[in-house]
């Protein structure tokens, strides 16, 4: 057994994301000796309780898996004492406290979807479609008190390319992810990492948690920057506007640049084909939409079932 694979390592997280992370860390025979993970809760339909994808992968292949309420617990910090973890690695999970990430001797290590100190916090796949960036990546590094601003381990870059989500691009971060996290470990199981300190700067640009009042669309920007807005926000948390007073959410839309005299932010159908809203450097059109209370469905079934007869066409 080679030196790397002695490494006694705690994995903590809890969506898609982190356990892809642990699948391909478990591929390369790394001993992880537990898990941490969200409790179980309702959810779905149904309100059935669920297991995050985490915990339910963790107990697919044996491995111990704790789900404390309160990582401040007594108990639960004594228990993962007993592990003897050399480091500790956490994707997509919550923050820890420090009795927590301070623990193993080699330390706590994290993955972040972004290019740090760039697009720090809860969102940055999101926010880097959003804001019309041309490259992202991921980054590992230590952690400490302040949320994502530990030293930086490893960087690795991915090209966002026009037609990019959040989704395409969460799917090739978390590729990327895999093979630097494994990457990091190795090269901190030979000692042949070295760690760098995040440069501060006046520019750099937030990651901050995706609300309600975050993902409405502002038809008041360019066509543009609304494709980006959207794009940013697909397939989750979806990007949205209201009509006769409802929540619409816009899945997909597409832009004509032309020329008017029109408010933003007017709605224009002729019924049977389009929606569209006036904005200052042409219309943006619907595609892919759900109403509030309907499902979602294409521009010309929604236009079948739901006639919008106080809206004339785009002249």
């Not at 309702?42 to 915990?55: A, F, H, L």
């Not at 975050?214 to 948390?237: A, S, V």
Request: aromatic share 8%; charged share 20%; net charge positive.
């Amino acid at each position: 057994m080679s030196n790397t694979h002695k490494l006694r390592i705690i994995f903590m997280g809890n969506p898609e994301f982190a356990r892809y992370h642990l699948e391909k860390i478990l591929a390369k025979e790394f001993h992880v000796v537990a898990v941490v993970s969200a409790a179980d809760k309702p959810g779905g339909r149904g309100m059935k309780i669920q297991s995050t994808p985490v915990t339910t992968f963790a107990k697919s292949k044996s491995i111990p898996c704790l789900q404390p309420k309160n990582l401040k617990n007594k108990d639960f910090q004594k228990k993962l004492q007993s592990y003897k973890a050399d480091i500790q690695v956490v994707i997509a999970f919550r923050m820890l406290p420090e009795s927590v990430w301070n623990m193993p001797p080699l330390g706590t290590i994290n993955l972040h979807a972004s290019l740090l100190p760039q697009y720090r916090g809860a969102a940055p796949i999101n926010w880097a479609i959003i804001n019309g960036e041309k490259k992202s990546g991921v980054t590992t590094f230590r952690l400490k008190h302040e949320i994502d601003t530990g030293g930086i381990l490893l960087q690795r870059e991915c090209p966002i390319d026009s037609n990019d989500t959040a989704g395409t691009l969460h799917d090739k971060l978390m590729v990327l992810g895999a093979d630097t996290m494994i990457e990091t470990l190795q090269r901190i199981s030979d000692q042949s990492i070295e760690e760098t300190p995040q440069k501060e700067s006046n520019n750099l640009k937030s990651a901050p948690k995706l609300f309600t009042h975050n993902t409405q669309i502002n038809w008041d920007i360019t066509g543009e920057k609304i494709l980006d807005f959207i794009r940013g926000l697909y397939p989750y948390p979806v990007a949205h506007t209201l009509l006769d007073e409802k929540k619409l959410q816009v899945y997909s839309a597409s832009f004509t640049p032309q020329n008017h005299s029109h408010p933003s932010g007017i709605f224009f159908s002729d019924q049977k084909k389009y929606l569209a809203v006036s904005i200052p450097n042409g219309y943006v059109y619907l595609n892919e939409l759900k109403l509030q209370g309907k499902r979602k469905m294409e521009i010309i079934d929604f236009l079948n079932g739901y006639p919008i007869n106080s809206l004339e066409p785009i002249k």
